[in-house]
């Protein structure tokens, strides 16, 4: 049974920081590539950041220089660093692990984390 547990959501000031992290089980963890996704209140979810196996990492522009995403594998965790946090950054934040096997993609959600930044 695949498994992605978040954690590290909270409440925070405006320019605080926080740091996400998705714990996964029931995969091949070094063979996923890995995100950062979140969904505000009546948006639709959006990629945050993504870090493929061999580390390569993208932000969407309006958290390139705050946020860093990370991957280990021995502990088949990803991490998302998040400072200078703004209240627009306030939503549900997802982590996801996808693999390509036999032609199509293979996704597994977590169940999300509440991340709220106040003014």
């Known amino acids: 049974q695949v498994q992605l547990v978040e954690s590290g959501g909270g409440l925070v000031q405006a320019g605080g920081s926080l740091r996400l992290s998705c714990a996964a089980s029931?995969?091949?963890?070094?063979?996923?590539?890995l995100g950062w996704y979140r969904q505000a209140p009546g948006k639709q979810r959006e990629v945050v950041a993504t870090?493929?196996?061999?580390?390569?990492?993208e932000y969407t522009d309006s958290v390139k220089g705050r946020f860093t995403i990370s991957r280990d594998n021995a502990k088949a965790t990803v991490f998302l660093e998040m400072n200078n946090l703004k209240p627009e950054d306030t939503a549900v934040y997802f982590c996801?692990?996808?693999?390509?096997?036999?032609?199509?993609?293979?996704?597994?959600w977590g169940q999300g984390t509440q991340v709220t930044v106040s003014s």
């Open positions: 996801c692990a996808a693999q390509w096997i036999d032609g199509k993609w293979n996704i597994h």
């Open positions: 029931g995969i091949i963890f070094n063979l996923n590539a």
């Open positions: 870090i493929t196996t061999r580390e390569t990492a």
